[in-house]
């Protein structure tokens, strides 16, 4: 089954620090561009963080630069964020996907990050 | 506050056609593709619409795309009870280089 999923989600303390992974299966994982997308409660998507086929390209939202780092290990077909000096307003459900903007787009169902004390 | 502009609600009646805006600028919508996104009640968002006006294989033909300039649309026509859900529209951003969304529609059968 082409399917993405999510692992890593949880409850950390402000200027903490948490990884997510996303695991790819029934697809070439390495043949695509891989994000994260949060939403925090309540409200819209939020493109976090973009990472190339090969990872040689990353992008990140102003709001995480710094702070949070995108990666991906295509040989286990995966992706990570590692996300550091998380703040209150980082709290989201975060999910990662394939090909945002492509015909080929694939969302995971998500693991929810919350940030407090 | 979202780079591209959504209208918070929209709904209708079963059967009715429904329209849901996303506007932006030059540097989004004006020069890139739009995508849709149906999210369902407390599921994951899914492609709906890509390439502006293409469905992906599996999407009904009752749902359509269009851009004009730096606006894009989402129409529903036939509406169905299953069709309640949240609406975003997304497109690459050339001078923030990054993704943009829309705040996304709640759209409601009424």
């Known amino acids: 089954e082409v399917q993405l999923v999510e692992s890593g989600g949880g409850l950390v303390h402000p200027g903490g620090s948490l990884r997510l992974s996303c695991a790819a299966s029934?697809?070439?994982?390495?043949?695509?561009?891989a994000v994260w997308v949060r939403q925090a409660p309540g409200k819209g998507l939020e493109w976090v963080a973009s990472?190339?086929?090969?990872?040689?390209?990353?992008h990140y939202v102003d709001s995480v630069k710094g702070r949070f780092t995108i990666s991906r290990d295509n040989a286990k077909n995966s992706l990570f964020l590692q996300m550091n000096s998380l703040r209150a307003e980082d709290t989201a459900v975060y999910y990662c996907?394939?090909?945002?903007?492509?015909?080929?787009?694939?969302w995971g169902q998500g693991t929810l990050v919350t940030v407090s004390s | 506050q979202s780079v591209l502009t959504q209208p918070p609600s929209a709904s209708g009646t079963p059967g009715q056609r429904v329209t849901i805006s996303c506007s932006g600028s030059?540097?989004?919508?004006?020069?890139?593709?739009v995508n849709w996104y149906q999210q369902l009640p407390g599921t994951a968002p899914k492609l709906l619409i890509y390439?502006?006006?293409q469905r992906p294989s599996g999407v009904p033909d009752r749902f359509s795309g269009s851009k004009s300039g730096t606006s894009a649309s989402l129409a529903i026509s036939g509406l169905q009870s299953e069709d309640e859900a949240h609406y975003h529209c997304?497109?690459?951003?050339?001078?923030?280089?990054?993704?943009?969304f829309g705040g996304g529609t709640k759209l409601t059968v009424l």
């Open positions: 996907a394939r090909s945002l903007l492509a015909a080929t787009c694939l």
């Open positions: 029934g697809f070439t994982f390495s043949n695509y561009w």
């Open positions: 990472i190339k086929q090969d990872g040689s390209e990353k």
């Open positions: 030059s540097s989004n919508i004006g020069s890139n593709i």
């Open positions: 390439s502006s006006d």
């Open positions: 997304a497109a690459w951003d050339g001078s923030l280089n990054a993704v943009v």
